[in-house]
Structure formats: structure tokens, C-alpha cells
């Protein structure tokens, strides 16, 4: 799974909830938000609540009016299966290029950080450990320029992404044991492969999701 930003201001902190919500179903298409029960929900002033939604309707997600407010537009199916296919490429050469170029303290960092996902299976910090880790994988591939395109491109991954679908889990957690096997044998090959694979079995799980009606959704 690419990394996920977890951390950051108000903005971003209510920018990415409500980017999960959106992305997950829980706030579908032509939904309408309350600016006033976001803010409060936030605890803070309306102008970083403003700001994170113009940030959502610069992403195609809302659609901000001065009279209708603020309208939810969404994302189909079809749009996330198509942005995980782009992440994954992405994702996958910064693996590849990771296992050519990680330094011995960074593997032993990795290692260190995939103990620490596999340490909060079933509760709610796999999210975050988990984001640290793939965050350090990015970083290994030792490209400023792949790293600020995976950024970008992640935005399409719930930051909750873990708690939502506890059943991808245990995927996640043997495919990390084998990207840290490629990386220490250097095998470039495997090391794409599979975090292609791991990103692009992720944007299965949304889409299908997404494809269910929301009444037949698991609370």
C-alpha cells in the first residue's frame, strides 16, 4: 500500500477525514456537508474547514457553490480501479529502485517498522505503523521526483484504509515479509512485482466495495 500522509495541520487532518469518508462510501455521491457540524466535529474555526474542502473540489471530490454549499461528487468504481493501476506502477518502480538502492540501516529500519504493523494487527494504529512503513520504502528508492508523484497519486488511498478492511490485513503483512526478502536479496524484479500486486489487490477491495449498495455495506 502507498503511504499515507497521517499527520499535519487542521486542514490536512479534516481534509483527510473527509477524504476518507468520500473515498470509502460513507459520504456518497450527492451527500451534502454540513460546514457548521464539521467545524464543531473539528473543534475549530470555519476558514481550515473551507480551506480542506476547496482542497477536495481541486481533487474532483466536492463541489463547492456559494448558494447549493458544499455537494459530494465523489469517485466511481471504475475511477479508483483506474488511479490504483497508476499508483501501482508507481509504487512498484519505487520498489524496484528501493531494492537496488536501500542502505543496510534502512533495511534494518524497514524491519524494524513492518514488526511494528505486524505488532498492531486488529487495532486502530496499523494505520498509521503501516503508513510509516511504505513511507520509508519511498524514501529508499532515493528519487525526490517518484517520491512527490506518489504523494500526489496516494491521495486516492483511505488513510484508513486497514480499519475498513481488516480482511486485507493479513495479505498486507505476508506481502511485507516479502518485499523485505527482496530488498535484502536486491531483486529489483520481485520487489516491483509485488508491491504492484499489493497496491493493485488494495484498489480491488475499494472498487468492489464501492460496487456494493451502501445498505448491503458491513457497519
Do not use: C, Y
Not at 29 to 41: H, K, M, Q, V
Not at 130 to 135: E, R, S
Not at 172 to 199: G, Y
Amino acid at each position: 500500500m502507498a503511504a499515507v500522509d497521517i499527520s499535519g495541520t487542521v486542514r490536512e487532518r479534516a481534509a483527510r477525514e473527509l477524504r476518507d469518508r468520500i473515498l470509502t462510501g460513507a459520504l456518497p455521491a450527492g451527500s451534502r456537508i454540513d460546514l457548521d457540524a464539521i467545524t464543531e466535529e473539528f473543534a475549530t474555526s470555519r476558514t481550515p474547514v473551507r480551506e480542506a474542502l476547496l482542497e477536495l473540489s481541486f481533487e474532483g471530490l466536492v463541489r463547492v457553490a456559494p448558494r447549493s454549499g458544499i455537494t459530494v461528487i465523489g469517485i466511481s468504481a471504475g475511477d479508483v480501479r483506474d488511479s490504483f493501476v497508476l499508483l501501482g506502477v508507481l509504487t512498484g518502480q519505487a520498489a524496484a529502485w528501493a531494492a537496488e538502492r536501500v542502505t543496510s540501516d534502512e533495511l534494518a529500519q524497514l524491519r524494524e517498522l513492518a514488526a511494528g504493523v505486524a505488532a498492531h494487527s486488529g487495532d486502530d494504529g496499523i494505520g498509521e505503523a503501516n503508513w510509516k512503513f511504505h513511507q520509508a520504502i519511498h524514501h529508499a528508492a532515493h528519487s525526490p521526483r517518484l517520491l512527490t508523484q506518489i504523494k500526489q497519486a496516494a491521495r486516492v488511498v483511505p488513510s484508513n484504509f486497514l480499519r475498513v478492511f481488516p480482511e486485507h490485513e493479513k495479505h498486507s503483512l505476508h506481502e511485507h515479509d516479502q518485499l523485505l526478502d527482496a530488498f535484502e536479496s536486491r531483486d529489483q524484479a520481485t520487489a516491483r512485482v509485488i508491491a504492484e500486486k499489493h497496491v493493485l489487490e488494495a484498489g480491488r477491495f475499494l472498487a468492489d466495495w464501492l460496487d456494493r449498495p451502501q445498505r448491503d455495506r458491513p457497519a
